[in-house]
């Protein structure tokens, strides 16, 4: 499947419904796995896995690169991903713009790091350095966050943008957590799309949230009005939900403007059927047809003036 | 320390420190000065007050619900006769040592090796209990263990020759007849009893247990080790001091056709 060209809307593989998938063999475009549930692992899931080859075209998202860390890179986990991107050659490789490990401690999870200049050229740095070892081109993703970690230099798309720019990498936009961020921190979503890289996008995420009551950290309902009645409350990235109707919308706003990259959907906790799922992929790719068309539209409008540098740059590894 | 040291510091005390929830709860100002977090920065989290308990909430979650599910047994045997003893153990593993590996499969093996000592030298705990959480995370661990390499070239087994077995498989020894306890019987209590059991992953990924007597461990074990059939037989009856008659001919015999027969015989190294 290496040579399928990755487009379209795919989704995240997991182990929940991989048995029943592997049955129907859905016409997805894509999957997306992560590389640390499977490099150095034998067995069931890792027989899966080459069967999940023959039938899709395979994308890598990792979780424990530690791209914001302040720990050095760990260069066995590097070799280890090398190996493991050769076996499934995924186009490019992704993992998230945070830290996820301190004083050689994992810590499984993903931490915010502070939107300061210099941590741009540190954080860059590593991004390089990593794209090097692990010899496929990076993209990072814009994580959702819970509070910020230190004085802020700039906001989180400028944050992102000079970290792309600097490292020359690619932007896994993670659309949901755009939204998570804009809702929890008031700010505008639409503003921050206009200052993202958008030009530098080589994939997308969407998923599901859920509202939560701060302090408890109990599940709560979502407001009537997520503009002005979410006091006590916040939303937390948890992908254990369909995706909500403000996400989808933006998603289709963004695709209009970067036109047709892959979109990939998340779903991590309480998995519905798998049926339902392929549903909301199919729901996502509607909304993606009809975006991309939009945008395809529009360039064929403006047929003559010069087209902004698009995701090609990162996907055909000059970056 | 850089400032994004400090802050990464903290935060990973935050989520993984014994009990740093109560320290920044009480007095988050107080947390972050101790832990040398510049002003500027203080300002930032003083904004949001209550969102590294948040952080704390999930990452703690995801090491205990790895830990949980891989050693849902043993849990529930320490739960009952000592509540609390797990959970205290798994606290002190994230607070003194945290998981070092990416792989969140691994976490639990780094906990076991942590909490072992302890549950050891506790005497509320059952002497046995090491012993029941070692195999309990060996069904896991040899199911996910690596692919194993392509086997050299075979001949048909012969005494000269060392044998060959497919991987992965492992000779764990034990000092309790962990494995006959019931997984639904919380109460029941292993037999005091040296244990070899052969752990082996099966064709169709299934991990599977041998429950070997001595002599056939003292020869697996040497078998394993790369030594030719015959002269594991002898250096195996040395060491048990039994004689090489040929009830233990026999018996060897039919426990390599077993293995044949398992998938975990696989031939002779070919010359």
Same mark, same amino acid.
């Given at each position: 499947m290496s040579d399928k060209s990755i487009n379209g809307v795919g989704l995240g593989l997991r182990w929940d419904f991989i048995d029943e998938i592997l049955e129907k063999k859905p016409a997805l475009d894509f999957v997306e796995i992560s590389p640390e549930n499977y490099m150095g692992r034998g067995g069931y899931y890792d027989e899966a896995l080459d069967r999940s080859a023959d039938l899709w075209p395979i994308v890598t998202h990792g979780l424990t690169m530690s791209f914001g860390g302040t720990d050095p890179l760990r260069f066995d986990y590097l070799a280890g991903l090398k190996r493991f991107m050769e076996r499934v050659k995924s186009p490019w490789h992704s993992d998230h713009l945070c830290f996820s490990t301190y004083g050689g401690v994992v810590l499984h999870d993903l931490l915010p790091v502070a939107f300061k200049k210099e941590e741009v050229t540190r954080i860059a740095d590593r991004i390089k350095r990593a794209q090097d070892a692990v010899g496929v081109p990076m993209a990072v993703e814009n994580v959702s966050f819970y509070l910020h970690p230190g004085k802020r230099e700039m906001t989180e798309a400028e944050f992102v943008a000079a970290v792309c720019e600097a490292a020359a990498c690619g932007l896994m936009l993670d659309v949901n957590n755009a939204f998570v961020n804009a809702t929890n921190f008031g700010f505008d979503v639409d503003a921050w799309m206009r200052s993202a890289p958008l030009d530098r996008v080589v994939q997308m995420h969407i998923a599901g949230h859920d509202w939560f009551e @701060?302090?408890?950290?109990?599940?709560?309902?979502?407001?009537?009005?997520?503009?002005?009645? !979410? @006091?006590?409350?916040?939303?937390?990235?948890?992908?254990?939900?369909?995706?909500?109707?403000?996400?989808?919308?933006?998603?289709?706003?963004?695709?209009?403007?970067?036109?047709?990259?892959?979109?990939?959907?998340?779903?991590?906790?309480?998995?519905?059927?798998?049926?339902?799922?392929?549903?909301?992929?199919?729901?996502? !790719?509607?909304?993606?047809?009809?975006?991309?068309? !939009?945008?395809?539209?529009?360039?064929?409008?403006? !047929?003559?003036?010069?087209?902004?540098?698009?995701?090609?740059?990162?996907?055909?590894?000059?970056? | 320390?850089?400032?994004?040291?400090? &802050?990464?510091?903290?935060?990973?005390?935050?989520?993984?420190?014994?009990?740093?929830?109560?320290?920044?709860?009480?007095?988050?100002?107080?947390?972050?000065?101790?832990?040398?977090?510049?002003?500027?920065?203080?300002?930032?989290?003083?904004?949001?007050?209550?969102?590294?308990?948040?952080?704390?909430?999930?990452?703690?979650?995801?090491?205990?619900?790895?830990?949980?599910?891989?050693?849902?047994?043993?849990?529930?045997r320490l739960d009952r006769v000592a509540p609390g003893t797990f959970t205290q153990a798994i606290d002190a593993f994230m607070a003194e040592a945290g998981p070092k590996t990416p792989h969140m499969r691994d976490v639990p093996s780094e906990f076991l090796a942590f909490a072992a000592p302890r549950w050891r030298k506790d005497?509320?705990?059952?002497?046995?209990?090491?012993?029941?959480?070692?195999?309990?995370?060996?069904?896991?661990?040899?199911?996910?263990?690596?692919?194993?390499?392509?086997?050299?070239?075979?001949?048909?087994?012969?005494?000269?020759?060392? &044998?060959?077995?497919?991987?992965?498989?492992?000779?764990?020894?034990?000092?309790?007849?962990?494995?006959?306890?019931?997984?639904?019987?919380?109460?029941?209590?292993?037999?005091?009893?040296?244990t070899t059991i052969l752990v082996y992953r099966d064709a169709a990924h299934r991990t599977r247990f041998l429950d070997l007597t001595p002599l056939a461990a003292l020869i697996l074990e040497r078998l394993f080790a790369g030594s030719p059939l015959a002269s594991s037989m002898v250096d195996a009856c040395a060491a048990g001091k039994h004689p090489l008659d040929d009830t233990v001919l026999a018996g060897a015999a039919r426990l390599l056709a077993d293995l044949g027969e398992r998938g975990v015989l696989l031939g002779a190294r070919a010359v």
């Amino acid at each position: 499947m290496s040579d399928k060209s990755i487009n379209g809307v795919g989704l995240g593989l997991r182990w929940d419904f991989i048995d029943e998938i592997l049955e129907k063999k859905p016409a997805l475009d894509f999957v997306e796995i992560s590389p640390e549930n499977y490099m150095g692992r034998g067995g069931y899931y890792d027989e899966a896995l080459d069967r999940s080859a023959d039938l899709w075209p395979i994308v890598t998202h990792g979780l424990t690169m530690s791209f914001g860390g302040t720990d050095p890179l760990r260069f066995d986990y590097l070799a280890g991903l090398k190996r493991f991107m050769e076996r499934v050659k995924s186009p490019w490789h992704s993992d998230h713009l945070c830290f996820s490990t301190y004083g050689g401690v994992v810590l499984h999870d993903l931490l915010p790091v502070a939107f300061k200049k210099e941590e741009v050229t540190r954080i860059a740095d590593r991004i390089k350095r990593a794209q090097d070892a692990v010899g496929v081109p990076m993209a990072v993703e814009n994580v959702s966050f819970y509070l910020h970690p230190g004085k802020r230099e700039m906001t989180e798309a400028e944050f992102v943008a000079a970290v792309c720019e600097a490292a020359a990498c690619g932007l896994m936009l993670d659309v949901n957590n755009a939204f998570v961020n804009a809702t929890n921190f008031g700010f505008d979503v639409d503003a921050w799309m206009r200052s993202a890289p958008l030009d530098r996008v080589v994939q997308m995420h969407i998923a599901g949230h859920d509202w939560f009551e @701060e302090g408890t950290w109990d599940l709560g309902a979502r407001p009537k009005d997520i503009t002005s009645d !979410k @006091e006590g409350r916040l939303i937390v990235d948890t992908h254990a939900a369909d995706c909500c109707d403000e996400v989808l919308a933006l998603l289709e706003r963004t695709l209009e403007k970067t036109g047709p990259v892959p979109v990939l959907l998340e779903r991590d906790q309480t998995i519905p059927p798998l049926d339902d799922l392929l549903g909301e992929v199919a729901r996502v !790719k509607t909304i993606w047809e009809r975006a991309t068309a !939009k945008h395809a539209a529009r360039q064929k409008h403006e !047929k003559g003036t010069s087209a902004p540098r698009m995701r090609g740059d990162v996907r055909g590894g000059a970056a | 320390m850089t400032g994004a040291q400090r &802050l990464q510091a903290m935060m990973a005390d935050a989520c993984f420190g014994l009990d740093s929830h109560e320290h920044f709860d009480k007095d988050l100002r107080a947390y972050l000065a101790r832990h040398g977090v510049a002003k500027e920065d203080v300002e930032a989290l003083l904004a949001a007050p209550r969102r590294l308990g948040l952080y704390r909430r999930l990452i703690r979650h995801n090491v205990i619900a790895v830990i949980d599910t891989m050693l849902e047994r043993t849990r529930a045997r320490l739960d009952r006769v000592a509540p609390g003893t797990f959970t205290q153990a798994i606290d002190a593993f994230m607070a003194e040592a945290g998981p070092k590996t990416p792989h969140m499969r691994d976490v639990p093996s780094e906990f076991l090796a942590f909490a072992a000592p302890r549950w050891r030298k506790d005497e509320r705990l059952p002497a046995w209990i090491v012993d029941y959480a070692e195999l309990e995370l060996y069904e896991f661990t040899i199911g996910v263990a690596p692919r194993p390499a392509p086997p050299p070239p075979l001949d048909d087994v012969a005494a000269d020759r060392p &044998l060959v077995f497919a991987d992965p498989h492992v000779l764990v020894r034990l000092g309790w007849a962990v494995h006959e306890v019931p997984a639904d019987d919380l109460v029941a209590a292993p037999e005091k009893r040296d244990t070899t059991i052969l752990v082996y992953r099966d064709a169709a990924h299934r991990t599977r247990f041998l429950d070997l007597t001595p002599l056939a461990a003292l020869i697996l074990e040497r078998l394993f080790a790369g030594s030719p059939l015959a002269s594991s037989m002898v250096d195996a009856c040395a060491a048990g001091k039994h004689p090489l008659d040929d009830t233990v001919l026999a018996g060897a015999a039919r426990l390599l056709a077993d293995l044949g027969e398992r998938g975990v015989l696989l031939g002779a190294r070919a010359v």
